[in-house]
C-alpha cells in the first residue's frame, strides 16, 4: 500500500515537473511583466494612472495583432520580416487613396486586401516554390518600403479627421480605446484557433514533423501559406490602426516594427525552431515590451535607448527559448 502511495506521489510530481516545464517561459515572463509593473509604478508618478493604462492598451495594440498572427508563422518554424513595411505601405496608401476622394470603407477594404495578397506572395515563395522564408520576407521588406517610399515621395499624407475611419485609431467604447478592444478580440480569437481548432493542430505539426502531417493526408504547403496570408491581413489592419491614430500614413511608419514582434513572440516562449507555441505568452510578451517602452518615456530616457532594450531582450530570449526548449526535449530537429 505504502509503495503505491509512493508511485502516485511520484507520478504526481512528475506530472507538475512537466507542466512547468512546458510553461516555464511563460511563466518566466509573466513575472518579469508584474515585476515591471510594480517597478515603473512606483518610480514613474504618471505610469499607474487609468490615462496612461488606457494609453498603453493603445499604442500596443498594432504590436499585438501582429504577434498573434505572427505565433502561427513562427509555429511552423518560418519567419515574416516584411510586417514593418507592410503597416508603413498600408497606412501610407490608405491616406493617399482617402485623399483622392476614395470611400472610407472601399479603401478600408482595398487595404485589408493588399495585406492578404503581400502575405500571399510571402506564402505562396515559402511554402510552394521553397524559397526559405528568411530570403522571401526580406526581399519582400526591401520591395515594400520602396513602394512606400515612392509612393508617398518621402511625405507624410494627412488623413481627414472629420472622416468615420479615424474613429477605428482614435475612437473609444465605454471609455476603452478601440484599438485596444481589436487587439484583445484578435488575440482571443487566436488563442482559440491555436489551440481548439485542426488548423491550430496542423500549424504545430507542421513545425515539428512537416513530413509525417503531409502523410497523413493534410495540405502542409496549403497550410504554411495559410500563416503568411494572416501575418500580411494583420499587418495591414496594424497600419490602418497607426495610421489613424496620427491622423496621417507615412512610409516611415513601422520601422523597427517586425523587431519588436518577433521579440514579443520569442519572449512569450513560442520556439523559433517551430513546433511548440503560446499564445497566451505572445499577450504577455507584446505587453512586456510595452510597459518598459512606456515606462522608460515616463522616466525621461531617452527613446533611442527603447531599441537597445529590446535589442537585448530579443538576444536573451532567444538564448533562453533554445536553453528551455533543449533541457526538456522541445526541439526536435
Known amino acids: 500500500m505504502t509503495v503505491t502511495s509512493q508511485r502516485v506521489v511520484t507520478t504526481r510530481s512528475a506530472r507538475a515537473n512537466a507542466h512547468i516545464g512546458r510553461h516555464a517561459q511563460t511563466i518566466a515572463i509573466a513575472v518579469v511583466l508584474v515585476a515591471l509593473l510594480i517597478f515603473f509604478a512606483f518610480s514613474a508618478d504618471r505610469f499607474a494612472t487609468a490615462g496612461n493604462l488606457l494609453n498603453l492598451m493603445r499604442q500596443i495594440a498594432p504590436t499585438l495583432i501582429v504577434a498573434t498572427a505572427m505565433t502561427f508563422v513562427i509555429s511552423t518554424s518560418g519567419i515574416d520580416l516584411s510586417v514593418g513595411s507592410t503597416v508603413a505601405l498600408s497606412g501610407s496608401l490608405l491616406a493617399i487613396v482617402l485623399q483622392h476622394g476614395w470611400n472610407p470603407t472601399v479603401a478600408l477594404l482595398a487595404i485589408l486586401v493588399l495585406g492578404a495578397l503581400i502575405g500571399f506572395v510571402n506564402g505562396w515563395f515559402s511554402s510552394y516554390q521553397n524559397i526559405p522564408p528568411f530570403i522571401v520576407t526580406l526581399a519582400m521588406l526591401s520591395i515594400m518600403r520602396g513602394t512606400a517610399l515612392r509612393a508617398t515621395e518621402g511625405y507624410s499624407t494627412p488623413i481627414d479627421g472629420d472622416l468615420w475611419i479615424v474613429q477605428i485609431g482614435q475612437g473609444r467604447i465605454a471609455g476603452v480605446p478601440v484599438p485596444a478592444i481589436l487587439a484583445v478580440l484578435v488575440a482571443l480569437v487566436g488563442w482559440l484557433v491555436l489551440t481548439r481548432t485542426p488548423f491550430g493542430r496542423y500549424v504545430i505539426g507542421l513545425g515539428s514533423n512537416g513530413e ?107 538564448f533562453s527559448n533554445s536553453k528551455v526548449w533543449a533541457k526538456f526535449g522541445a526541439i526536435r530537429k
Do not use: C, D, W
Request: glycine share 16%; no cysteine.
Open 212 to 318: 509525417s502531417l503531409r502523410r497523413t493526408g493534410v495540405n502542409t504547403r496549403k497550410v504554411g501559406l495559410t500563416v503568411y496570408v494572416l501575418t500580411g491581413l494583420a499587418a495591414a489592419v496594424a497600419g490602418v490602426l497607426i495610421a489613424t491614430r496620427l491622423s496621417s500614413g507615412s512610409s516611415n511608419a513601422g520601422s523597427g516594427f517586425e523587431l519588436e514582434v518577433i521579440t514579443a513572440v520569442v519572449l512569450g516562449g513560442t520556439s523559433l525552431f517551430g513546433g511548440r507555441a503560446s499564445m497566451l505568452g505572445t499577450i504577455l510578451g507584446a505587453l512586456t515590451l510595452g510597459v518598459i517602452a512606456n515606462g522608460l518615456v515616463l522616466l525621461h530616457v531617452s527613446p533611442f535607448y527603447v531599441q537597445i532594450v529590446q535589442g537585448g531582450i530579443l538576444l536573451l530570449a532567444i
